[in-house]
């Protein structure tokens, strides 16, 4: 799928979610020649939320699409507020209104899923996406990669770029095959129409709060016409993990009937919510091999506790597209200074989101009093600073 402005190395990406279609978008601008492979035949989003973070904000600001990524988003005047379960007691929060700007150029959103991924596709040409193409094979050979899909069709790259998620088939041919690991925790998802929320969940903030075994966290979408609700609890099966999978809001009250009331009146006036189990995967140690390399959930998936897979992904696109510009002559040379790049900082994520479960979810004592109080002790705002200040476009950090 070439056009007469674009050069260098064909370049395949498999898999068309957030962290391809962003790939996508980086690569094309820079002038490189690039396809995605997407196995849905449609490109969708489920209908919730994501917070979208100074350093996730910063890319598509780069790319030009931060506009109609952010339409109808919600700017957020308190990052993380956290709360404790019985009776809302406040332990720590970030103050964002005008400080996030102030420390870190951009501000904090929540924004729709679908929208942020519109806006990506719409930076990515209409023949650089075959859909409906999943494959089913990555064969390196001297000359580059042959990819080979379900319809029986082949295809040849010079790179290939492994965006197809948590379950990826190209990690599989890059890293030593190994399963994700069930976490032992669902996430429950619903959306409560603003005229049946509580003015205090229409806050211009993103809530989290903390009990023994689970967490609940909310915040205001679609500019403010409703508010979106993730929860974590204790689950047995590993059975469902599809956004689409429903349990009864019956099921969903029971794992928190006993928190304040605010939280309970969220989950009963919401829509039936998602139910889904969570997976984890420990970090690479490496995530590229010759000619392929891999980015998004795909390298690096981790929990959702610091809202920033997501950000993860956009950033992994314009380094990844920074590097292969620089040296277009040498691509070996460009993945695999990609993956210096990225791989220490996605580890620090992926470790940091996880013991953030332990942290969450410990029983009501000793430690979870320790917890509670070093949450009021530093700025969560400036120590989360190393996550915030990332700039993708300059340099490793
Ligand atoms: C509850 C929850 C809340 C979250 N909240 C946030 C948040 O607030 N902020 C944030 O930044 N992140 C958040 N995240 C994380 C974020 O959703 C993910 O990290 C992100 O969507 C990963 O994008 P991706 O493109 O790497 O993978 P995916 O979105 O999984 O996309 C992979 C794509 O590859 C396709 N594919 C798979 N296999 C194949 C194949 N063989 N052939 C062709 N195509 C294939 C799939 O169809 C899919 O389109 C959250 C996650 C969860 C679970």
Redesign the pocket.
């Known amino acids: 799928m070439r056009d007469k402005q674009q050069t260098g190395p064909r370049i395949a990406i498999?898999?068309?979610?957030?962290?391809?279609m962003a790939a996508a978008a980086f690569l094309h601008r820079a002038g490189l020649s690039v396809t995605v492979?997407?196995?849905?035949s449609a490109l969708t989003e489920v209908g919730a939320?994501?917070?979208?973070a100074p350093n996730?904000v910063r890319p598509l600001r780069a790319l030009g699409v931060a506009e109609s990524a952010l339409r109808r988003s919600v700017p957020l005047d308190w990052g993380w507020e956290f709360r404790r379960w019985q009776d809302g007691t406040v332990l720590s929060v970030e103050r964002l209104d005008g400080v996030c700007e102030r420390l870190y150029g951009e501000r904090t959103y929540t924004a729709h899923?679908a929208h942020l991924l519109d806006a990506l596709r719409s930076a990515v040409p209409d023949e650089a996406v075959r859909l409906g193409?999943?494959?089913?094979a990555v064969e390196p050979h001297a000359d580059g990669v042959r990819l080979a899909f379900s319809d029986g069709t082949r295809t040849d790259a010079d790179l290939v770029i492994g965006?197809?998620?948590?379950?990826?088939?190209v990690r599989r041919t890059v890293a030593e095959p190994e399963a994700p690991r069930f976490s032992g925790l669902c996430?429950f998802?619903t959306v409560v129409p603003a005229a049946a929320a509580p003015a205090f969940a229409l806050r211009r903030a993103q809530t989290l709060w903390l009990g023994p075994g689970r967490h609940f966290v909310h915040y205001p979408i679609s500019g403010g016409d409703g508010v979106n609700v993730?929860a974590f609890a204790p689950a047995t099966d590993a059975t469902e993990e599809s956004w689409s999978a429903t349990a009864t809001v019956e099921e969903f009250h029971a794992e928190f009937a006993d928190w304040d009331g605010r939280v309970t009146s969220l989950i009963t006036s919401g829509s039936v919510p998602g139910r889904w189990a969570?997976y984890d995967r420990p970090p690479l140690p490496s995530w590229t091999r010759g000619r392929m390399t891999l980015?998004?959930?795909?390298a690096h998936?981790?929990f959702?506790f610091y809202?920033?897979?997501?950000?993860?992904?956009l950033e992994d696109a314009a380094v990844l597209a920074r590097c292969l510009t620089a040296n277009p002559g040498a691509p070996d040379e460009a993945l695999s200074r990609y993956e210096t790049e990225r791989l220490p900082r996605t580890t620090r994520l992926q470790r940091a989101s996880h013991s953030r479960a332990e942290d969450n979810h410990l029983p009501d004592g000793p430690e979870q009093r320790e917890r509670d109080a070093a949450l009021g002790d530093a700025d969560p705002l400036l120590r989360s600073g190393w996550i915030y200040r990332y700039d993708a476009s300059a340099a490793a950090g």
């Not at 193409?133 to 089913?136: F, G, L, S, W, Y």
């Not at 965006?163 to 088939?169: F, I, N, P």
């Open positions: 498999v898999g068309g979610g957030i962290g391809g492979h997407e196995q849905a939320g994501l917070v979208l996730a899923r193409a999943r494959c089913t965006a197809d998620g948590m379950h990826s088939l996430a998802r993730v969570l980015l998004g959930d795909a998936a981790m959702p809202g920033q897979g997501a950000a993860q992904a």
